[in-house]
């Protein structure tokens, strides 16, 4: 399968499938639940990357995308507490961080596996 697919699907299942609604509901106010979202998003992507990448460039490639991904959560969960009212903007702040998850994902995958 495609390495870059591969990882989104990878993406989407950790961050969807094994997020759970007390992770998404608090991690917008809650540290502790962020970094449990992160955590369990790392290790899930460090699962798809292994057949990709090795064991070694897996768990630098999950880590520094688990890092990345706390970032972005960190500001478009609060965004998307703030305008939990306005349903276009809401979902116009997810579907930028997605955009910013997917290429860190993607610009990432450069350093790791050239293409």
């Given at each position: 399968m495609n390495p870059v697919v591969t990882l989104l699907f990878g993406?989407?299942?950790a961050d969807f499938l094994f997020q759970t609604e007390t992770m998404a509901l608090r991690k917008s106010s809650s540290i502790k639940w962020l970094v449990?979202?992160?955590i369990t998003y790392t290790v899930v992507l460090a699962a798809f990357?292994?057949?990709l990448l090795g064991w070694q460039d897996a768990l630098y490639y999950a880590g520094i995308n688990g890092l990345l991904h706390g970032f972005t959560?960190?500001?478009?969960?609060r965004l998307t507490t703030a305008y939990k009212d306005n349903r276009r903007i809401?979902?116009?702040?997810?579907?930028?961080?997605?955009f910013i998850h997917t290429a860190t994902l993607v610009i990432s995958l450069g350093y790791f596996m050239p293409v």
């Open positions: 993406h989407w299942v449990l979202h992160v990357c292994f057949g959560d960190f500001f478009t969960s809401f979902f116009l702040i997810i579907g930028l961080d997605q």
